[in-house]
Structure formats: C-alpha cells, structure tokens
C-alpha cells in the first residue's frame, strides 16, 4: 500500500475532522506544555546542578546545548518517518524516550552522565514534537485548524510560566534532581493518553528511509551548532570554530546532493516549490532569531544589572507569557476566520515595536516600563506564532505533512540557535566570557559600574538588532497575503 493507502485511511478525519480531536488536541497540548516546561525549568535549575555535580559553567551551559542539538537533528529523520511507520507510534515512541530521559537525568551521577542523557532526551522530544503538528492537522478540520493550534500554543505559554516560578521553588526546597521528577507524571500521562486516544495511521510503504541524507544532515547541524555555542569561547576566527563551519559548508553540499537524488528525501526539496511554504519558512527563522534570545536577554539585564534573584527574575518575565493564554486561542480563530497572512504580518510588526521600546532599558531598574512592552510582544506573539504554523502547514500537500512539520520545526530550531548565539555574543562582547555565563546563571556578584553600564548598553543593541529580524520576517511575510490555490489535502476537506 502506498501514498492512496494512507489518504484513504485519513478519510474519516479528513472529510468533518476527527469525532476525538478534542481529546487528540489534549494529548498533543500537554506533551508539548512537558517539553516545553522541561527546557525553561532546567535554566532555572543550572546553578544548583553545576554546584551539586560540581561541573564547570561551561558544561552546565551544555545541558541545555545538548538538547537543542539533538532535539534539531532529529525533527527531519522524524517527520519522514512518521509518514512510514505511522504518526502514533512514532510520537508514542519519543514520547517514552523523553520520559525514560528524563528519570535519567535525575539520577545522574556525574556532569558526563547527565550530558548523555540530555542528548537522549532531545531525541525523544524531537520524535514527539515532529509529530504533534501533524496529528493535529489530521484530526481537524481547515475552518478549525488555526483555533487547534492556537489551543496548542497556551501549552508553550504555560510551560515558559510554570518553568522559571516552579523551578525557582523546587531547586530552593527540594534540590535541583526534582526539577526532572516533576516532569515525569506529566509525560506519563501523556503516554497513556496517546496509547488510548491516538488513531494507528497507515503508513507509506516503498520508500526506504534516507539514511545518508539524515546522517549528513544530523553531522552538518551538529557542527554549525557546535561552532555557534563554542565560537565566543575558542575565538570566531580560531582553526576550530572555522573548521567546524567549513565542515558545515561541505557536509550541507552533499546533503544537498544526496536530497536531489533520493526517491523519498528526508528534506523534500520539492516542498520549496510552494511558494507559500517556502515564504513560512522564512518568516518562520527570521521570527525565531528575533524572538527566542528575549528572556536570555532580559535575564542577563535582571540578574546582572538589577541584581534580581533568578526566582524574581522569573516572575519579571511572566508578562512575556501569561497574555498569550488568551491571545494564542484568540490568535488561531482570528486566523481561521480573516486568514492567517494578516495576523503574521501585523504580529511581527508590533514584536518589532515592543523589541525597540525593551532597546531603552536603564541603569535604575522600573517596573512598568518594562511590563508594558513585555505585554505588548506576549499579544503579538499569540497573534503571530498560531497563524504562522497554520499558514506553513495548511500550504504543503497533506499527504506530505510529517515532512513538512520536520522541516518547519527544523528551521524553527535552527533559528533559536541563531538567536541564542548571537546574544551571548552581545554578552560577552560587553564582559568577559566567564562573568556573562556567571551572570546568566544566576552566580556572579555585584559588577563593577563599568561592567554594568557595557552590559545594559550590549543589552539595548541586541534587542535593537533583533528588531531588524522582525521587519525581515515582516518582509518575507508579504507573499502569503497573495491568494494561493488551495491545496489536494484541503479540496479533500472541503
């Protein structure tokens, strides 16, 4: 059975939406609301855990490098093999990884052990999340698409809410090994609800899995992360650091190669002729390198400039989440109801004008004006993020979904990369490696004026920076308010 195999078995789903989407919507939401609440929770538990495993910042600092590298290696292999095997098992499969993962974590005897176990996490997490998108768009309909996954959205909000508050408490009282504990309930409840509530989808048969294209890929990734995580520390222009980056360049060629040549590729070039899809993907890196390194930024401005505790540095950077519990839900039915191009275009712009009012933070700390522009990007973002997902996926064709979502993910990582590189260049352009990593963390002392002038001047040039990424994602933004033809999955649903 082949590609008519699969579509006929979607059918029912496809023709008024899943009569589960509810409860399939439930599933997918809280493993996303677990993996994101892991990521957030562990930066706030880093400084216990470097004392407690006595490691160095550096290796700490890997911890959370280790996931992002595998959680992005893997997204690709994922969405391909998601359209092989089946969504279910390989969402239920990453899933209890990530769980296993994560125990493992917590018993972790030394700062090797719990690397390890860190890059076996991100491989679980990358085989759910790869996966989620598309079971989502399966299971409902296009008029109810946008409101599924602005749902889907709160539980990224909830997570960057409960993470940074709820690590502050656990790492104070309970030690920094719970903030994995507490993650696992979560994930095992997920497990269990997808086992139960989860449709079997019948795969694709025929197409072998790409493996020298995941290999070259994964080795390709791998190393331009490594070079962005590690350049600062060994010297941008160090035989290392240009090593990996020339290694990056010649190992993105063959996977190029390799990807033309493939019957099934990995990473569908073809999908890049949809100019829609192709215009997503743009936004979707140049959105993520303008948005993700904003709670890095601020939390090197509250704890090193203000001298906040990490636990009230945490509750500061609440406004930059909670309205999304409102606006990520409001966002997906506007984007139903007027499209989602509109609500992309007008999201990225107001994040670009809260990144210019966060660009004029002081050396006295205030409150409200930092409150205001938080709240305003919050909004925007709920806007924003929900119909920007909706518009990518809804432009590629349906039986091409877990590759899309793969590579939308993919790109989406790639761009945290990016956007966290490029702030703690800033960092450690105004202090010295050493201290920018102590600040981050929670452990430096006081700075000295000098220090803490260059620090909040560094801090007003990235958020200035990045407002440059938010007019280029605007820009790229424009081709999708261009009417399309609609799609084979969507003349289906219909």
């Known amino acids: ?29 809280l493993t996303a609301f677990v993996t994101n609440l892991d990521g957030t929770i562990v930066i706030i538990g880093l400084p216990r855990m470097v004392a407690g495993l006595h ?20 997204l690709l292999p994922a969405g391909r093999w998601s359209e092989l095997v089946g969504q279910k098992r390989i969402f239920m499969g990453g899933l209890a990884i990530f769980t296993a993962a994560t125990f493992l974590c917590g018993i972790a005897p030394t700062g090797t052990w719990l690397l390890a176990y860190r890059f076996i996490q991100g491989t679980g997490a990358a085989l759910a999340l790869a996966t989620a998108t598309p079971i989502i768009v399966r299971a409902f309909r296009p008029s109810e698409l946008g409101r599924a996954l602005g749902i889907n959205s709160v539980s990224w909000v909830a997570g960057a809410i409960v993470g940074p508050v709820a690590g502050g408490v656990l790492v104070s ?19 269990v609800g997808g086992w139960r509530i989860l449709r079997d989808q019948v795969p694709s048969r025929g197409a072998a899995t790409d493996w020298a294209g995941a290999i070259t890929f994964g080795l390709a990734v791998t190393s331009l992360l490594v070079a962005l995580s590690m350049g600062q520390a060994w010297g941008w222009s160090s035989l290392n650091t240009l090593g990996l980056f020339f290694a990056t360049v010649v190992l993105a060629s063959f996977f190029v190669r390799i990807e033309q040549r493939h019957a099934a590729p990995m990473f569908d070039l073809g999908l890049l002729g949809h100019p829609h899809y192709r215009s997503g993907l743009g936004v979707t890196v140049s ?3 303008g948005y993700f390194a904003t709670t890095f930024l601020l939390t090197i401005y509250l704890q090193g400039a203000a001298h906040l505790s990490p636990l009230d540095a945490g509750l500061m950077l609440v406004p930059l989440s909670a309205p999304q519990l409102v606006m990520g ?15 992309v275009a007008v999201g990225v712009l107001l994040l670009a004008a809260g990144g210019f009012w966060l660009g004029h933070l002081g050396p006295h700390f205030e409150v409200l004006p930092m409150v205001f522009p938080l709240l305003l990007m919050s909004a925007a973002n709920g806007l924003a993020w929900p119909a920007l997902t909706k518009a990518v996926m809804s432009s590629a064709p349906g039986e091409r979904t877990g590759t899309a979502s ?8 790639v761009g945290m990369a990016l956007s966290l590189t490029l702030a703690l260049v800033v960092a450690e352009v105004s202090l010295p490696p050493r ?39 605007f820009l790229l933004a424009l081709p999708l308010l261009r009417a399309r033809p609609r799609s084979a999955s969507e003349g289906r649903q219909a």
Do not use: C
């Not at 490691?55 to 992005?72: D, E, Q």
């Not at 039915?333 to 499209?339: F, K, N, T």
């Open 1 to 29: 059975m082949g590609a008519a195999s699969a579509k006929s078995a979607a059918q029912p789903a496809l023709a008024g939406g899943d009569p589960r989407k509810w409860w399939i919507l439930s599933v997918v939401t």
């Open 55 to 74: 490691i160095t910042v550096t290796t700490g600092l890997w911890a959370l490098t280790s996931y992002i590298i595998t959680s992005t290696v893997f």
């Open 173 to 191: 009282t309970l030690g920094w090994r719970s903030i994995f504990f507490v993650t696992i309930p979560f994930a095992i409840a997920g497990v």
């Open 287 to 289: 959105y993520s390198i």
């Open 329 to 343: 839900p409001l966002g997906g039915v506007l984007a139903d109801r007027y499209g989602p191009a509109r609500l």
């Open 406 to 413: 793969g590579m939308f993910y993919t790109f989406r990582n």
């Open 435 to 473: 201290i920018a990593s102590e600040v981050y963390l929670g452990t430096a002392n006081l700075l000295r004026p000098a220090l803490k002038g260059a620090l909040i001047h560094a801090t007003n040039t990235a958020f200035w920076a990045f407002v440059g990424f938010y007019l280029l994602a």
